[in-house]
């Protein structure tokens, strides 16, 4: 049976190797891996579940049982190939869930409770790049991620801070494509929204 996270086309050379070292158990390939991914998987668990020491336990989990699957579950086909990126973030994505739950972090409101019809229009896409350039821009939209959705959260760091396909998304998250693409829109909506609340209260705040 052909593996659900097989990529084809979808696969970096890099990647295949990297995998395929750790599945040949060379030496080092393992540590390579965990320091080309340590840090964005940090950084994904910990917007999911807003605890940077729960975040770190996932990542280590997480690894543990990467290291596990390609050296012990999967054959050399079956590495070759594996969509290596998406299929570590899906491994933290649902250890993460998992903790969440465990942790009963049942007061976020999912994306699909907001209606956009109060948010507003959108008017000119979210540069990202350009709001992180300044660090008082930089804490405002990391303010502002935070007070997003789980659900809409994750979907910003997936696309504009790890820049993943919607593809990769996809085989992290067991969405479709097109339903992602209408999710992101609206998770840029929210963040839109929450940039200029958050700059409402601070000209408040300095009564400009």
Known sequence: MRSTWTGGTALTADSEQLALAVHES???AFERLVARFETS???????LLQSPLDAQEVVQDAFVRAHHALTSQYDGRRVRELALKPWLFRIAR???LNRRRGHNHDLERPLSEFDDGRIGPLVPAISVTGIVEAREERDALERAIESLPDDARELIVLRFMEEMSYQEIAKCTGQTESALRGRVFRSLKLLRAALSEGEAQSCNAETC
Not at 41 to 47: P, Q
């Open 41 to 47: 998987l940090f950084n994904y668990a910990n917007r």
């Open 94 to 96: 649902n250890l993460s």
């Open 26 to 28: 060379r030496d080092g």
